[in-house]
T-cell receptor, first 112, second 115 residues
Framework: EDQVTQSPEALRLQEGESSSLNCSYT??????LFWYRQDPGKGPEFLFT???AGEEKEKERLKATLTKKESFLHITAPKPEDSATYLC?????????????FGQGTILTVHP | GAGVSQSPSNKVTEKGKDVELRCDPI?????LYWYRQRLGQGLEFLIY????????KSGLPSDRFSAERTGGSVSTLTIQRTQQEDSAVYLC?????????????FGPGTRLTVL
């Protein structure tokens, strides 16, 4: 069974204090790993897709990396507007038709 | 350019009643997904549509849950004889086609509360 575990469950940072969120996964044949951002009362917003170990992608203050067992979302010099829940999800091989298996999320709070 | 829309945004119902939740995907998107998100939890896959057919219903929790899609567009998720454990946010997503090369775009969700 595909499993995704995110840590920490919650992270509180001061503005400008860089840190990383972790996503560990166990899947049979990874097709893609996805990062989403979710604001309260809204649906998840797509951030990145990573397909193979060693791949990295960046967007503003966010950088996502992928190994064979985990992914990291690095946040550099965060701002209060980066506060949100960050969700990690995997698309596994087989007959999953693109359905995503999600982790429980990391709640990030950035204080000014 | 409209995104994925869902209605109603909030639904409060009494235990035992039936409810219908609606999803309008992005125009031209052939793949449509329903997920459920319980409070403080990640998203849980329910069902996937390709066009009007549902090749993967593996996430539907019980036979009280059903879904259909018509005209390759609008989808309806129906929950019969609702139970308190059905309380959650129901999210719909669409993508251009199935597979990991096609990112899923999510709607705002329908918050269902069963009293």
């Amino acid at each position: 069974e595909d499993q995704v575990t995110q840590s920490p469950e919650a992270l509180r940072l001061q503005e400008g204090e860089s840190s990383s969120l972790n996503c560990s996964y166990t899947v049979s044949g990874l097709r893609g790993l996805f990062w989403y951002r979710q604001d309260p009362g809204k649906g998840p917003e797509f951030l990145f897709t990573l397909y193979s170990a060693g791949e990295e992608k960046e967007k503003e203050r966010l950088k996502a990396t992928l190994t064979k067992k985990e992914s990291f979302l690095h946040i550099t010099a965060p701002k209060p507007e980066d506060s949100a829940t960050y969700l990690c999800a995997v698309h596994a091989g087989g007959t999953s038709y693109g359905k995503l298996t999600f982790g429980q999320g990391t709640i990030l709070t950035v204080h000014p | 350019g409209a995104g994925v829309s869902q209605s109603p945004s909030n639904k409060v119902t009494e235990k035992g009643k039936d409810v219908e939740l609606r999803c309008d995907p992005i125009s031209g998107h052939t793949a449509l997904y329903w997920y459920r998100q319980r409070l403080g939890q990640g998203l849980e896959f329910l069902i996937y549509f390709q066009g009007n057919s549902a090749p993967d219903k593996s996430g539907l929790p019980s036979d009280r849950f059903s879904a259909e899609r018509t005209g390759g567009s609008v989808s309806t998720l129906t929950i019969q004889r609702t139970q308190q454990e059905d309380s959650a946010v129901y999210l719909c997503a669409s993508s251009l086609a199935w597979g990991s090369y096609n990112e899923q775009f999510f709607g705002p969700g329908t918050r269902l509360t069963v009293l």
